[in-house]
Nanobody
Framework: VQLQASGGGLVQAGGSLRLSCAAS????????VGWFRQAPGKEREFVTA????????QYADYVKGRFTISRDNAKNTVYLQMNSLNPEDTAVYYC????????????????WGQGTLVTVSS
């Protein structure tokens, strides 16, 4: 599976962005998808994940209630709607696909996109 993340950019605190993760190469609906992020000087951390069908989602506590993950298997795309952004959300955001089902650990993911930078100004 090849993954292409897009939609990052510069936004003011309190604003919103929607990231997209477009997949190609294999049957997309066979894979759970997760979003991770990595801020400068920090470890990569889990943000959210969605099951193969889209019926189950999981969120990290620090984004719960602000971020929403969804997927459209007909379009081979996963979306991450990010609202109420704050400067602590500044990071490179990566999408990843897992044949094992949705997980919160990076090692469980088989394929990774190249990342898209989100910068939130105060």
């Amino acid at each position: 599976v090849q993954l292409q993340a897009s939609g990052g950019g510069l936004v003011q605190a309190g604003g919103s962005l929607r990231l997209s993760c477009a997949a190609s190469g294999r049957t997309f609906s066979n894979y759970a998808v997760g979003w991770f992020r990595q801020a400068p000087g920090k470890e990569r951390e889990f943000v959210t994940a969605i099951s193969r069908s889209g019926g189950t989602t999981q969120y990290a506590d620090y984004v719960k209630g602000r971020f929403t993950i969804s997927r459209d298997n007909a379009k081979n795309t996963v979306y991450l709607q990010m609202n109420s952004l704050n400067p602590e959300d500044t990071a490179v955001y990566y999408c990843a696909a897992s044949i094992r089902g949705y997980k919160s650990t990076a090692w469980a993911y088989d394929y990774w996109g190249q990342g898209t930078l989100v910068t939130v100004s105060s």
